[in-house]
């Protein structure tokens, strides 16, 4: 099977699947929740159907509502107060029409727009220094790595995977609360580190092994990336596969609370056992042979 043969075919579909979503991105953005924007919310025990309770607290005068399940009997209801108006006022207002239908607050939360942008500020900043700290580590690993690769390009390659899995999970996100009305919160954040963890730890699985193969055999680089990936393929498909059943049945059979976090894991776990196949290598070889002709051009 020659995987590295086929190269442009994996980044095609890479590109077919990314670029919707940045697409998306571009033209909508993300969709943030109260953890990033400011708002209130509340969680409420009530026989109603969501659909009611929304329409309850809309009448109120309140908007931007979403109203998610939060385990039997109850939901959460998410909202921003009208601009201008006493938000403490307005939530005791709301506490009573609310309880007046039979809709019972089980806890409240308020979130100002300070800590929500702080929160912001924080999420991104930690998505940075994560990319940064992996490119210096990856470098440092494989610093006695045979050539003609170098240590900077592993870690230029980890970068372009970890890029690549983070966008495919925002940009899906970014579809899915245009179309469906979804919003996220910090967990979110938490998500997206995680996928870019494993994405990394599935990468370096590969890369490992394309040293060792560097070390052993005296074949041309792109044949010994291609032997490496094949070598380690049966490993990585596995690993993924028995954290996507653990998740799946998360997904399936856990708390509506943590569903889109669950959601982002699986998107995240299928691209970077995507990406680590079949982009993370691959690059190593484009960025070879771009090497070798540009050293050909000034010979």
Do not use: C
Not at 83 to 101: F, H, M, P, R
Not at 217 to 228: A, C, D, G, L
């Amino acid at each position: 099977m020659n995987i590295i043969g086929r190269r442009k075919l994996w980044f095609a579909i890479s590109l077919l699947v990314i670029i919707p979503g940045t697409i998306s991105l571009i033209i909508w953005k993300l969709p943030l929740g109260i953890d990033f924007k400011g708002g209130q919310e509340l969680e409420v025990s009530t026989t109603k159907s969501q659909n009611e309770v929304k329409s309850l607290v809309e009448a109120n005068g309140q908007k931007d509502v979403t109203v998610t399940t939060s385990g039997e009997g109850r939901l959460l209801v998410r909202y921003a107060t009208q601009e201008g108006a006493n938000v403490e006022q307005s939530y005791k207002d709301l506490k009573a029409k609310l309880a007046e239908q039979g809709v019972n607050e089980v806890s409240y939360n308020s979130i100002g727009p300070a800590v929500s942008r702080d929160i912001a500020r924080n999420a991104i900043i930690s998505i940075v220094l994560a990319s940064i700290a992996i490119v210096l580590y990856i470098a440092f690993a494989f610093r006695n790595a045979p050539p003609p690769v170098s240590p900077w390009s592993f870690g230029a390659a980890t970068i372009a995977a970890l890029l690549h899995d983070a966008l495919l999970v925002i940009g899906v996100f970014s579809l899915l609360g245009h179309f469906f009305g979804i919003e996220i919160d910090s967990l979110f954040v938490t998500a997206v580190l995680t996928v870019i963890g494993f994405s990394v730890h599935d990468t370096i699985v590969v890369f490992d092994r394309i040293r060792e193969n560097l070390r052993k055999y005296n074949k041309p680089f792109e044949e010994i990336v291609n032997m490496s990936i094949l070598e380690t393929f049966t490993r990585s498909v596995n690993t993924s596969l028995t954290v996507f059943i653990t998740l799946l049945a998360l997904f399936l059979f856990g708390g509506s609370s943590i569903r889109l976090f669950i959601l982002a894991l699986l998107i995240g776990i299928i691209s970077g056992t995507y990406s680590s196949i079949f982009n993370a290598a691959p690059l190593l070889v484009v960025y070879n042979n771009w090497k070798i002709k540009r050293s050909a051009k000034q010979a």
